[in-house]
């Protein structure tokens, strides 16, 4: 495992090298709210490999291999802007101690959401989030609370625990916030007018945790947008139907720089 330190917090990072070719930016990866390093398994290679580009994985803090966060349900909870303090204080300082500037980010769910709002901000050579957060839906909140029940009861921890060394921190900081009272006004749709960068959004037919509401309703004002709807495919569309999810971000990131 690499790790690099960040505001004096280690996190756990792999790089992807990339191939022959002529220079393009590369891919920083950002995960989703149970999310690691490790879970999003070889599709990133997969995918900087299809691209012709570099990539950068990361897990936040609490996730994967990097540190956990200590009293994770007490005074080390989590508030309600946890997605854009990652997004205007962590991931800035990471792109900036890897030598990244102006990447295509690649996010998936909370990740798609954190990609979203660093691109309302910062230059970005493209922006490809799947199955992003923009608002809070019932249904999200509905599957959330199953997952929960999953965690508490019936075995979601014990297969989480094979990707978090802290698997209480990594649930907890997640679940506790989305399920929280102050989370229901949660809305980014001001800050995604913002984005200039290219935006492709992925929205699979079958998602539990969101409708097409939060992808059609990212429309940036003076960006580039595009939207895919994958059919027969749940919240993980590049779990679900990976070889047209690869093929169809590979086409988008052909258009870009």
């Known amino acids: ?62 996730y994967g291999g ?42 998936h769910s909370d990740g798609g959401t954190i990609a979203l709002l660093h691109a309302s901000r910062h230059p970005l050579a493209a922006c490809v989030v799947m199955a992003p957060h923009v608002i809070v839906e019932d249904v999200s909140l509905a599957a959330i609370a199953q997952a929960r029940q999953a965690y508490e009861a019936g075995g979601l921890r014990e297969r989480l625990a094979r990707f978090h060394a802290d698997v209480d921190s990594a649930f907890w900081q997640w679940n506790d916030v989305w399920l929280g009272q102050p989370f229901r006004d949660f809305d980014i749709r001001p800050e995604c007018r913002e984005i200039t960068a290219p935006v492709l959004a992925i929205q699979g037919t079958d998602d539990a945790y969101g409708s097409l509401r939060q992808v059609r309703e990212i429309a940036p004002t003076a960006g580039r947008f595009e939207l895919e709807v994958v059919p027969a495919c749940g919240h993980s569309p590049h779990k679900d139907q990976p070889a047209a999810v690869t093929a169809r971000i590979a086409r988008f990131l052909a258009t870009v720089g």
């Open 1 to 62: 495992m690499d790790v690099t330190s960040i505001n004096g917090v280690r996190l756990e990072v792999a790089r992807i090298a990339a191939p022959a070719g002529p220079a393009r930016a590369p891919l920083v990866f950002l995960h989703e709210g149970l999310g690691s390093v490790a879970m999003w398994r070889d599709w990133p290679q997969a995918l900087c490999a299809a691209a012709g580009r570099a990539g950068l994985v990361y897990s936040r803090r609490g």
């Open 66 to 107: 990097s540190d956990p966060i200590a009293d994770v349900r007490g005074s080390g909870r989590l508030g309600a802007d946890y997605m854009h303090r990652e997004a205007f204080e962590v991931l800035p300082a990471l792109l900036a101690a890897e030598g990244l500037q102006a990447p295509v980010l690649v996010g």
